[in-house]
């Protein structure tokens, strides 16, 4: 596979979830961890698929993996696509797809904000010379909390539905959570496979991995890809 390399061990953290951690909310924190790695940096992850019990068509498990893909903004500031793992009737395919839910970044945004305050209160109990919060700490703080504020007011301001982040198409569905088996046994998604109604379930190989360099992908602030072969889709 081009610019694919297989690796025999880990480069980064396993994008696996634990066991008290469903695949939404997993693909969220490991998105965290890629959106940190980018650049020239390779993203290390195990390959993982979705198969039907029915059919037995196999579909990608990683499409949330393999790009950066950030909001350009009309002062050519970028923010960091939020994606769930969804299907893509357009597609016919799973699929990275926009999660406009405001509620996730407006809970991270709370708890920075909480977790700062009471860094600030310890501090003040102890030696306020010796134990000053690292500048490096406090200019993180403040950028993921301008990220977080800039997000969601960019999703109070979206009034369309959610776009599939590869074919530009609103019909879509979310995948609903599931929790991976650190074994990579396959796992019931509880997904019916449209047009076919056998269930998706979803499995890794602990022991293949791979290693990418994510390619950048622009949206605008609709979600519509930004130059790209996106093909023009109804809104």
């Not at 081009?2 to 696996?16: A, K, N, Q, S, Y």
């Not at 469903?22 to 998105?31: F, I, K, P, Q």
């Not at 198969?51 to 196999?58: G, I, K, L, P, Q």
């Not at 982040?165 to 650190?182: H, N, Q, R, Y």
């Given at each position: 596979?081009?610019?694919?390399r297989?690796?025999?061990?880990?480069?980064?953290?396993?994008?696996?979830?634990?066991?008290?951690?469903?695949?939404?909310?997993?693909?969220?924190?490991?998105?965290?961890?890629?959106?940190?790695?980018?650049?020239?940096?390779?993203?290390?992850?195990?390959?993982?698929?979705?198969?039907?019990?029915?059919?037995?068509?196999?579909?990608?498990?990683?499409?949330?993996?393999?790009?950066?893909?950030?909001?350009?903004?009309?002062?050519?500031?970028?923010?960091?696509?939020?994606?769930?793992?969804?299907?893509?009737?357009?597609?016919?395919n799973?699929?990275?797809?926009?999660?406009?839910?405001?509620?996730?970044?407006?809970?991270?945004?709370?708890?920075?904000?909480?977790?700062?305050?009471?860094?600030?209160?310890?501090?003040?109990?102890?030696?306020?010379?010796?134990?000053?919060?690292p500048?490096?700490?406090?200019?993180?703080?403040?950028?993921?909390?301008?990220?977080?504020?800039?997000?969601?007011m960019?999703?109070?301001?979206?009034?369309?539905?959610p776009?599939?982040?590869?074919?530009?198409?609103?019909?879509?569905?979310?995948?609903?959570?599931?929790t991976?088996?650190?074994?990579?046994?396959?796992?019931?998604?509880?997904?019916?496979h449209?047009?076919?109604?056998?269930?998706?379930?979803?499995?890794?190989?602990?022991?293949?991995?791979?290693?990418?360099?994510?390619?950048?992908?622009?949206y605008?602030?609709?979600?519509?890809?930004?130059?790209?072969?996106?093909?023009?889709v109804?809104?």
């Amino acid at each position: 596979m081009e610019g694919w390399r297989v690796l025999d061990r880990v480069l980064l953290p396993v994008v696996i979830a634990p066991w008290h951690t469903t695949w939404r909310n997993l693909t969220d924190e490991a998105w965290k961890s890629v959106q940190s790695h980018v650049g020239d940096h390779q993203v290390s992850f195990s390959l993982s698929s979705l198969e039907c019990d029915r059919c037995m068509a196999t579909f990608p498990g990683n499409v949330l993996l393999v790009s950066q893909r950030v909001y350009v903004l009309s002062t050519g500031a970028e923010l960091p696509v939020r994606q769930k793992l969804g299907w893509c009737s357009q597609c016919q395919n799973t699929a990275a797809i926009e999660n406009l839910d405001p509620s996730v970044p407006e809970q991270e945004l709370q708890d920075i904000r909480e977790s700062r305050l009471a860094r600030e209160g310890e501090l003040k109990d102890r030696l306020r010379v010796f134990f000053r919060r690292p500048r490096n700490d406090v200019k993180s703080w403040d950028q993921d909390e301008q990220i977080l504020t800039q997000t969601i007011m960019l999703l109070a301001l979206r009034h369309n539905d959610p776009h599939c982040l590869k074919c530009g198409s609103p019909d879509v569905i979310e995948l609903p959570p599931f929790t991976a088996d650190l074994s990579g046994r396959p796992v019931n998604t509880g997904f019916a496979h449209p047009g076919c109604f056998g269930r998706l379930w979803f499995s890794f190989d602990p022991d293949m991995r791979v290693a990418v360099v994510p390619k950048r992908v622009a949206y605008d602030q609709q979600g519509k890809q930004i130059g790209g072969d996106q093909p023009s889709v109804p809104a």
